[in-house]
């Protein structure tokens, strides 16, 4: 390689700027600057996904709102059924007269207002969601299906929430119909 004198700068610097290669090229497209169209798009989408997420934030608030408020009202509920109890049997007991009798009233009506239920009566059919069990009275041909026969203590419900379930004793339907001694079947009759 021979070193030739520089004749021309001029001629060099032209050179260097036709080379790809050199500092000076032009910058590929895709590190170009996005256009407007492509800025407002990009903006666009993100306002969107911000939208969407604070929607949802939004929703997941009330409802952990809706369950915290459930939950505290169940709980204070909860806490008032052994004066329920007390008051219904004060009730059965013929004990419940003058003011304390509108002192229950008034504490019946407030929990009503807060959807409380009463359930777990004698003669409805036993659900296991909703009742417990606490002794079989044996068969009886009067049933159909397993049936309430006693209440040791009356159930609770707030909506499809039970809050205590109720305790009670279970007649099942007899196996086979029980015919009675008294009336013989099919006896003729003297005239």
Known sequence: MTDRPKENPEEESVAEAADPSSESAEVPEELAEPSLEQQ??????????????YVNYKR??????AFVRAQGEASVLRSLLTVLDDIGRAE????????FKAVADALQQAVKSHRLEVFGEPGDVFD?????????????PDV????IETVVR??????????RHAQV???????EPVE????PVDAPEDE
């Open 169 to 175: 004793g279970v007649v099942d339907p007899a196996s």
């Open 60 to 65: 997941r608030v009330e409802r952990d709102r």
């Open 40 to 53: 407002l798009a990009e903006r666009t989408a993100d306002l969107q996904r911000l939208q969407a997420e």
């Open 144 to 147: 159909e299906r397993t049936t």
């Open 180 to 183: 009675t001694a008294d009336e």
């Open 128 to 140: 296991p969601r909703l009742h417990e069990a606490l002794f079989h009275s044996g068969e009886s």
């Open 154 to 163: 009356t159930g609770y419900r707030v909506g499809d929430d039970v809050i």
């Open 92 to 99: 059965e007991h013929g004990q419940l007269e003058g003011g």
